[in-house]
């Protein structure tokens, strides 16, 4: 029997092939979104299963998953959007607290740049669309975003389940 049990499992087989998905065809908002709840609630999950370990990797205290969550947007800035994303895809519109300018998955596009959306493989190809989001004016890379999610959660996952 193989159960969802603990949250090295939900990382090997949730997140990384929702990543793996995500980076490896044109982007969709299908999963952008998807991406953007997995990447957010592993945050839950590590607080749920490995609190004490990560309380002690990184000598503070975390009496909650929000503290913990708090604690890995101060690591990890860009964070902030993937938040604002999970609970915009689930909400709509964003009325407690969003961490960036974003109040509605509306701030959230699929741009076409480069060669268009076709592609060689099951990659991206000559620049594709990609998905962005508002910052006020500005444009914020999901990609980027969720790449510095990951290269955070990665390490820390494999040392907490090796």
């Not at 998807?34 to 370990?53: I, K, M, S």
């Not at 109040?103 to 990659?123: K, P, V, Y």
Request: net charge negative.
């Amino acid at each position: 029997m193989h159960s969802l049990d603990d949250a090295g499992v939900y990382f090997s087989e949730v997140v990384e092939p929702t990543a793996t998905e995500f980076f490896g065809t044109p982007s969709s908002f299908r999963t952008a979104l998807a991406l953007a709840t997995v990447l957010f609630h592993a945050h839950e999950w590590l607080w749920e299963f490995n609190r004490t370990d990560l309380e002690a990797e990184f000598s503070t205290a975390f009496p909650s998953a929000w503290k913990w969550w708090k604690f890995v947007e101060a690591q990890v800035p860009e964070a902030r959007f993937i938040r604002d994303l999970a609970n915009a895809s689930k909400h709509v519109r964003l009325t407690l607290k969003p961490s960036t300018s974003m109040t509605h998955i509306a701030n959230t596009s699929i741009q076409s740049t480069g060669f268009g959306e076709g592609g060689f493989g099951a990659g991206r190809y000559g620049g594709g669309p990609n998905v962005t989001m508002k910052d006020g004016a500005d444009d914020v890379s999901f990609d980027d975003c969720a790449n510095n999610l990951l290269a955070f959660w990665r390490p820390l996952v494999a040392k907490l389940y090796a």
